[in-house]
């Protein structure tokens, strides 16, 4: 059975930064293209990072809106993904799941950017 | 970036019917797409990729159809528990995007 935890979230200052940790099982992490993506209080889906195998060069993809403020990386060891978010602004405010190629999905761990 | 326009917003209808879920994208996505299906508080689950093919467990009377830049969800025989928003997404180009949902109920 495939499973995906999303860790880290919580109520965080403008400004400041959060690390979101997937930790996955039941599927062969080392060959999945894990994916972040939220969901805001208003309920809209928003892709946000996608990070590829080591057979793709661990390759990185980011929506316009994060680039340069989040990064995404991965521990095939400990079949986790990671989110690194920084310089949070409050419209990053949403819930955050992790997903392989977005055929199964977490339950998610809630951000909210607030002061 | 590709925009995905889904309609209707909202859709109401009786046990037993059919309904169909409508999604546009801006260009052309070559069955880049997938549709999910997310119960109150719960997490997106895949239904649809391809266009037109069935998620493993996904009861069949989901189905989705469509290319270019027309695509459609539709689900046969609506049951209480299908009761939910559904999204369809396009994967072909980056970033990938969504439509902005639809809310079905039950009449």
């Known amino acids: ?115 | 970036d590709i925009q995905m326009t889904q309609s209707p917003a909202s859709l109401s209808a009786s046990l037993g019917e059919t309904v169909t879920i409508e999604c546009r994208a801006s260009e052309d996505i070559y069955n880049g797409l997938a549709w999910y299906q997310q119960k109150p508080g719960k997490s997106p689950q895949l239904l649809i990729y391809n266009a037109n093919s069935l998620h493993t467990g996904v009861p069949s009377r989901f189905s989705g159809s469509g290319s270019g830049t027309q695509y459609s969800l539709k689900i046969n025989s609506l049951q209480s528990e299908d009761v939910a928003s559904y999204f369809c997404q396009q994967y072909y180009d980056y970033p990938f995007t969504f439509g902005s949902g639809t809310k079905l109920e039950i009449k």
């Open chain 1, 1 to 115: 059975e495939v499973q995906l935890v999303e860790t880290g979230g919580g109520l965080v200052q403008p400004g400041k930064s959060l690390k979101l940790t997937c930790a996955t099982s039941g599927f062969t992490f080392s060959n999945a293209w894990m994916h972040w993506v939220r969901q805001s209080p208003e309920k809209q889906l928003e892709w946000v990072a996608q990070i590829k195998a080591k057979s793709n060069n661990y390759a990185t993809y980011y929506a316009e809106s994060v680039k340069g403020r989040f990064t995404i990386s991965r521990d095939d060891s400990k079949s986790s993904v990671y989110l690194q978010m920084n310089s949070l602004k409050e419209e990053d405010t949403a819930i955050y799941y992790c997903t392989p190629s977005f055929a199964y999905w977490g339950q998610g761990t809630l951000v909210t950017v607030s002061s």
